[in-house]
């Protein structure tokens, strides 16, 4: 069993914005395996479904982003499952815009909303999927930055990026995040 979390911030004024890059996630995920993600359970929004033989619960945290790892922590103890078997899309700020980059595990960076999960699970090893959201101006204050939105193009760039983190999650799922890691680790073409 796999638990596939999405970060972000409840609310449609967060709807769309560049620190919802995980809840986009998930939205894909369910409508592509037809699950409905609408049940408020572990202070978050759950739906269940398969990829293939493997029950997975997706999780969209509804604690705003720097309290993610509160409804992470009471998922993972629900269904007693280790961190390895928890899979996190994640904005991220410090990689190429609209880049993809998998990891088996590891410090937090700057995120917020992955610091909190680290904190509250006590572990640092599960797989997050990360998609590069690009970087604030010049003297851009950083939370106005994540909390804005994209251009049209910089949309259509971003939602190709998301497909590709659905499919790597799939991937994980089916094969292991080593497997993911080769076909989906990518810096976006010229």
Do not use: C, W
């Not at 970060?7 to 967060?14: A, D, I, M, W």
């Amino acid at each position: 069993m796999y638990i596939i979390a999405g970060l972000g911030n409840p609310g449609s004024k967060y709807e769309n914005t560049r620190h919802n890059m995980g809840f986009l996630a998930i939205d894909n995920l369910a409508k592509r395996l037809n699950i409905n993600v609408n049940r408020i359970k572990f202070k978050g929004l759950v739906g269940e479904g398969r990829i293939g033989n493997e029950k997975i619960v997706l999780l969209k945290p509804q604690t705003y982003m720097n309290n993610s790892g509160e409804s992470i922590r009471e998922i993972l103890s629900f269904y007693k499952e280790t961190p390895e078997n928890l899979i996190v899309f994640v904005d991220d700020i410090d990689i190429g815009f609209a880049n993809l980059r998998i990891k088996k595990g590891g410090s937090a960076g700057t995120h917020n909303g992955l610091k909190s999960i680290i904190h509250l699970i006590q572990s640092d090893e599960f797989p997050r999927i990360k998609i590069g959201v690009g970087k604030q101006y010049e003297g851009q204050d950083l939370a106005d930055f994540v909390l804005s939105g994209f251009s049209k193009s910089d949309g259509a760039e971003i939602e190709k990026t998301i497909d590709l983190a659905v499919d790597a999650a799939v991937e994980i799922v089916e094969n292991n995040v080593e497997s993911a890691m080769n076909k989906y680790n990518r810096k976006k073409s010229k």
